[in-house]
């Protein structure tokens, strides 16, 4: 398995600002993703962070509002840009273990925007 | 599209089975999964099913799969106040996409 960290574990906005959230795995991994959980709510696959090119985005997701880098094969980072209080989620980045088709997730990180 | 659809509430007491339940959307999807969510916590992998299995027992864990139906259920035996929490149950839809249930939130009473 892998241990994801992730940071900030929470934070509070205003609402106009941006916040960067950053994901460390502990091993190399081949793929990394971003999900966001709003509040009451079920996981939703943002985007896959590609390493060494653009993130893969998923469908009412778009790369203006969150810009994602992968600068190596242990490390992500996703950026709520512009934010409002409808941005209010849990973000939680995971990985894929190396020997079975399986995710491992990250503790989250959970956003407010006032 | 379809949710993958679960119930939203289960409440037994202490020692007793839960079973949770899922139905899922996707006829070749490749793995399902149960993931647990603790109070303010990320997602905890529980165990996973591959497709062409129809059940799979890890200690107090049994997975059954109906493919016909597109069924999954997590039957935990021996609940403990500690295994309350949030219960996903998500496919793997293809290129590692998982696609999670609605989630179903445990309550163990003593």
Known sequence: ?114 | GEDVEQSLFLSVREGDSSVINCTYTDSSSTYLYWYKQEPGAGLQLLTYIFSNMDMKQDQRLTVLLNKKDKHLSLRIADTQTGDSAIYFCAENTGFQKLVFGTGTRLLVSP
Do not use: H
């Not at chain 1, 778009?62 to 810009?67: A, C, E, G, R």
């Open chain 1, 1 to 114: 398995s892998a241990v994801i960290s992730q940071k900030p574990s929470r934070d509070i906005c205003q609402r106009g600002t941006s916040l960067t959230i950053q994901c460390q795995v502990d091993s190399q991994v081949t793929m990394m993703f971003w999900y966001r959980q709003q509040p009451g709510q079920s996981l939703t696959l943002i985007a896959t962070a590609n390493q060494g090119s653009e993130a893969t985005y998923e469908s009412g997701f778009v790369i203006d509002k969150f810009p994602i880098s992968r600068p190596n094969l242990t490390f992500s980072t996703l950026t709520v840009s512009n934010m409002s209080p409808e941005d209010s989620s849990i973000y939680l980045c995971s990985a894929l273990g190396t020997l079975t088709d399986t995710q491992y997730f990250g503790p989250g990180t959970r956003l407010t925007v006032l």
